[in-house]
């Protein structure tokens, strides 16, 4: 069994700063990329920001130069430092680990965590 664990989410003011960190647990083999999404209410669910095994990483448009992701490759971790933040930086932040094998043999499929409430509010 895979769990992802999010935390660090909560409610801060324009400008300011949180730190998301996702850790994930249970049997696993290997992994393609873990990644942050989110979901404003009424809108759909988009990727914020994603990070490969190898190191690549990609961002939205949208948190260029805001956020940064990075990853914990020993502690099968990964970090959304997000900065700057704005108002429509509001939603839930859900953490993704795409193509986790439990076993080199397994099938390869997507893990969601439950998702961290941001909101920046004044």
């Known amino acids: 069994q895979v769990q992802l664990v999010e935390s660090g989410g909560g409610l801060v003011q324009p400008g300011g700063s949180l730190r998301l960190s996702c850790a994930a647990s249970?049997?696993?083999?290997?992994?393609?990329?873990m990644g942050w999404y989110r979901q404003a209410p009424g809108k759909q669910r988009e990727l914020v920001a994603g990070?490969?095994?190898?190191?690549?990483?990609n961002y939205a448009d949208l948190v260029k130069g805001r956020f940064t992701i990075s990853r914990d490759n020993a502690k099968n971790t990964v970090y959304l430092q997000m900065n700057s933040l704005k108002p429509e930086d509001t939603a839930v932040y859900y953490c993704?680990?795409?193509?986790?094998?439990?076993?080199?043999?397994?099938?390869?499929?997507?893990?969601w965590g439950q998702g961290t409430q941001v909101t920046v509010s004044s």
């Open positions: 249970g049997s696993i083999f290997t992994f393609n990329a």
């Open positions: 990070v490969t095994s190898a190191g690549s990483t």
């Open positions: 993704n680990a795409a193509g986790l094998k439990t076993k080199w043999n397994s099938p390869s499929r997507d893990y």
